[in-house]
């Protein structure tokens, strides 16, 4: 995974704020397999595991970590669009860290993703706005 270092770094500046953040598993870091089909069948089970963590009801959104690779700015790549749009499909809030692409800006925008054009602040704020209304329901009258 080319940005898993950078996706570390943004998971700790959240766990700063008090923000609960889980990386997907970097399906490169020591893989050596001398086969296609280890690796696809070792791909597919990372793939499956970081899924049900986006699908948790637990969880209320992602943060794409799209920088630039390969000369395109805003790169998101097969498996990170497919992300976003289980995302999308469970009603779960997306952040884009640097931009919204071209080649998926029609999608993109009509499914209300929120460009964060390079700044984690706005989804610190809003995750400290949806604590404060989990918590103001909490709240019982007192007799």
Same mark, same amino acid.
């Given at each position: 995974?080319?940005?898993?270092?950078?996706?570390?770094?943004?998971?700790?500046?959240?766990?700063?704020?008090?923000?609960?953040?889980? $990386?997907?598993?970097?399906? =490169?870091?020591? %893989?050596? !397999?001398?086969?296609?089909?280890?690796?696809?069948? /070792?791909?597919? #089970?990372?793939?499956?595991?970081?899924?049900?963590?986006?699908?948790?009801?637990?969880?209320?959104?992602?943060?794409?970590?799209?920088?630039?690779?390969?000369?395109?700015?805003?790169?998101?790549?097969?498996?990170?669009?497919?992300?976003? $749009?289980?995302?999308?499909? =469970?009603?779960? %809030?997306? !952040?884009?860290?640097?931009?919204?692409?071209?080649? /998926?800006?029609? #999608?993109?925008?009509?499914?209300?993703?929120?460009?964060?054009?390079?700044?984690?602040?706005?989804?610190?704020?809003?995750?400290?706005?949806?604590?404060?209304?989990?918590?103001?329901?909490?709240?019982?009258?007192?007799?």
């Amino acid at each position: 995974m080319a940005f898993a270092h950078k996706m570390d770094e943004i998971c700790s500046r959240l766990a700063e704020h008090d923000v609960l953040a889980v $990386a997907p598993d970097d399906v =490169d870091a020591g %893989a050596d !397999f001398s086969e296609q089909k280890s690796y696809q069948r /070792f791909k597919k #089970e990372v793939s499956k595991r970081h899924i049900k963590k986006v699908r948790d009801p637990r969880t209320i959104g992602i943060v794409v970590a799209n920088f630039e690779k390969h000369g395109t700015r805003s790169y998101i790549g097969a498996n990170t669009f497919a992300e976003i $749009a289980i995302a999308f499909a =469970d009603n779960k %809030a997306i !952040f884009l860290l640097d931009g919204i692409p071209r080649n /998926f800006s029609d #999608e993109l925008s009509a499914w209300g993703v929120h460009d964060l054009r390079g700044s984690l602040d706005p989804l610190i704020f809003r995750y400290r706005d949806l604590c404060r209304k989990d918590l103001n329901q909490l709240r019982l009258p007192c007799f």
